[in-house]
């Protein structure tokens, strides 16, 4: 990915050792009803690492932020994406995002696009086809503006909520 105008941060795959570090951001990031728990993120990270893309700044070391999904040939969004990593398709044609995640303090300065734009870049160039995420009404138009297309009410109730489904052809 262009670093251009991200100069103080590094996009990259997570390491392993950053798994506490991302646990604790989704938690910051999500109301309980909907964060990934510990459990499952460090699943996550064990079973598909290739599929975040993290957003490290290199003046604290610290993660600002990161987008993760997992790879399937599966064409719509279901709630088993957050909590079983054992649907992961290594060579799958669509990914299905689980979480955008950036640290309040770092908000505002366009790293959501900077995720977005450089995991599609990156899985475009994997020979991937469709990125496809759920989100509540209030973001439609983020992820608009970030290239996605709303699909209309998902199936998901994750939390209990009421989610939209949006896709990105890459």
């Not at 991937?128 to 995420?133: Q, V």
């Not at 138009?141 to 489904?165: D, P, R």
Request: glycine fraction near 12%.
């Amino acid at each position: 990915m262009d670093n251009e105008g991200y100069g103080r941060f590094i996009f990259r795959e997570i390491c392993p050792g950053e798994a506490d570090e991302a646990v604790g951001i989704e938690q910051i990031c999500f109301p309980p009803n909907e964060a990934c728990s510990e459990k499952h993120m460090k699943e996550r990270i064990g079973r598909a690492p290739e599929l975040f893309f993290v957003a490290a700044d290199q003046e604290t070391g610290r993660l600002a932020g990161f987008l993760n999904g997992l790879a399937t040939d599966e064409e719509r969004f279901r709630d088993e994406f957050f909590t079983d990593c054992s649907l992961h398709v290594q060579g799958g044609k669509n990914v299905m995002l689980v979480g955008l995640d950036v640290r309040p303090e770092y908000r505002g300065l366009g790293l959501a696009r900077a995720l977005v734009s450089g995991y599609a870049q990156r899985e475009r160039e994997r020979g991937r086809f469709r990125l496809i995420l759920t989100c509540h009404d209030e973001k439609i138009g983020m992820y608009e503006k970030l290239g996605f297309v709303n699909q209309g009410l998902s199936a998901s109730v994750w939390g209990g909520e009421t989610w939209y489904e949006m896709s990105y052809t890459l």
